[in-house]
């Protein structure tokens, strides 16, 4: 059974600062999203990750995957207020289209 | 946007009564899915669908029943709600001509069961 991990599940930062989330996953997938979510609002479709050290770079935010080591990383370098969201990976789950999400991770950033 | 529309946005209903919920699409493509969201838990898959009176179930599927008649439409229904199903429901749809297996969510709908 895929299983996907994420950590920290809550992340205060301050403006300014760089971190990064780790998304682990635990059977092989070549195949992983990032989604961000507001609060109260839907899913956005952030990167998709579609190859071993596959890197996708939008803002302030990287995203990059090895599947070797079945772990993605979501890097926030200089932190602003407007990246505070909920963030989430998901691995591809198979052949039926199917995607396993993390359990999200809370990021609040504080100025 | 990917054309999707949940209706309706916000329930509340009583213990024991059915409920349906609808994802529309604009767009008719093939595979759709409802997940639901609970604190702590992510997104969980409760059913899917690969096209229309095709569908499956997800992690989550016990208490819940899908139906697809017609492409645009994938509706969840709730036999008999119970209050472990209070939660904010999810439809998704992997659009026929884009990235691999990438999803795209409608706006959420937030039930409550009392």
């Known amino acids: 059974e895929l299983k996907v991990e994420q950590n920290p599940l809550f992340l205060s930062m301050q403006e300014g600062k760089n971190y990064t989330i780790y998304c682990n996953y635990s059977?092989?997938?070549?195949?992983l999203y990032w989604y961000r979510q507001d609060p109260g609002k839907s899913l956005e479709s952030l990167f998709v990750l579609l190859s071993n050290g596959a890197v996708k770079q939008e803002g302030r935010l990287m995203a990059s995957l090895d599947t070797k080591a079945r772990l993605s990383t979501l890097h926030i370098t200089a932190a602003v207020h407007d990246l505070s969201a909920t963030y989430f990976c998901?691995?591809?789950?198979?052949?039926?289209?199917?995607?396993?999400f993390g359990t999200g991770t809370l990021l609040a950033v504080q100025p | 946007d990917a054309g999707i529309t949940q209706s309706p946005r916000h329930k509340v209903t009583e213990t024991g009564t059915p409920v349906t919920l609808r994802c529309h699409q604009t767009e008719n493509h093939r595979y759709m899915y409802w997940y639901r969201q609970d604190p702590g838990h992510g997104l969980r898959l409760i059913h899917y669908?690969?096209?229309?009176?095709?569908?499956d179930k997800g992690e989550v599927s016990d208490g819940y029943s899908v139906s697809r008649s017609k492409t645009e439409d994938f509706l969840l229904t709730l036999e008999s709600a119970t209050s472990s199903q209070t939660s904010v429901y999810f439809c998704a749809i992997t659009p026929d001509r884009g990235l691999p297996h990438e999803q795209y969510f409608g706006p959420g709908t937030r039930l409550t069961v009392t």
């Open positions: 998901a691995v591809d789950g198979g052949a039926t289209n199917k995607l396993i």
């Open positions: 059977t092989t997938s070549d195949r």
């Open positions: 669908s690969y096209g229309v009176k095709d569908t």
